[in-house]
């Protein structure tokens, strides 16, 4: 497996865990580009990493004891 496979897998890792598993929002602005387009279902796509910090807070409001 290439470096770069590998840290891309450990971003993901690291966004999922973080963000979503752990209400860490603020790692998305580490993680994610600002030109990143976020398409998160039942929304129109968004620019940035605010999208997936919304994302994340709702589906964590939605299922507060969330383990990703």
Same mark, same amino acid.
Request: hydrophobic share 40%; aromatic share 4%; glycine share 8%.
């Given at each position: 497996?290439?470096?770069?496979?590998?840290?891309?897998?450990?971003?993901?890792?690291? #966004?999922? =865990?973080?963000?979503?598993?752990? *209400?860490?929002? +603020?790692?998305?602005?580490?993680? #994610?580009? =600002?030109?990143?387009?976020?398409? *998160?279902?039942? +929304?129109?796509?968004?620019?940035?990493?605010?999208?997936?910090?919304?994302?994340?807070?709702?589906?964590?409001?939605?299922?507060?004891?969330?383990?990703?």
């Amino acid at each position: 497996m290439s470096a770069e496979l590998e840290a891309s897998m450990r971003r993901s890792r690291r #966004l999922y =865990e973080e963000i979503f598993g752990q *209400g860490n929002y +603020s790692a998305a602005d580490e993680l #994610l580009a =600002e030109d990143v387009i976020n398409h *998160g279902p039942g +929304s129109p796509p968004v620019l940035g990493p605010e999208g997936i910090k919304r994302q994340a807070a709702l589906l964590r409001t939605a299922i507060p004891d969330l383990r990703a």
